[in-house]
């Protein structure tokens, strides 16, 4: 897929429920990055959003429904090793 700004991005699958962010260009380096509720400081092992400039902008369940990746949505992110790191679990029908 790509962003607004034509910088190609997708999730390689690195475990049966882990995904891993990629995107082409340096809009990586304008990405901002935000807690969850209740949070009193950034954890970036346990974010609850994250939006490289251009997007696209990706968030876990907390107060709202998580970004869904091959159906599934997204429960946990983390950074860690310099790339976006989304734990997904099948999306439970209310």
């Known amino acids: 897929m ?3 700004y034509g910088d190609e991005w997708h999730w390689e699958k690195i475990a049966t ?3 891993k962010f990629h995107m082409s260009g ?26 490289p400039s251009g997007g ?3 968030s876990c369940r907390d107060e709202y429904p ?3 990746i091959e159906g ?8 860690h090793d ?5 734990t997904v679990e099948e999306k439970e029908d209310a």
Not at 26 to 51: A, E, P, T, V, W
Not at 72 to 79: M, S
């Open 56 to 58: 696209p902008y990706i």
């Open 66 to 68: 998580g970004t869904m």
């Open 82 to 86: 310099e790339h976006f790191v989304a």
């Open 17 to 19: 429920n882990q995904y």
């Open 2 to 4: 790509k962003n607004r």
């Open 72 to 79: 599934k949505e997204i429960i946990h992110i983390g950074h």
């Open 26 to 51: 340096d809009n990586m380096k304008y990405c901002r990055c935000g807690g969850k509720l209740g949070q009193s400081k950034i954890d970036m092992q346990d974010l609850g959003m994250f939006d």
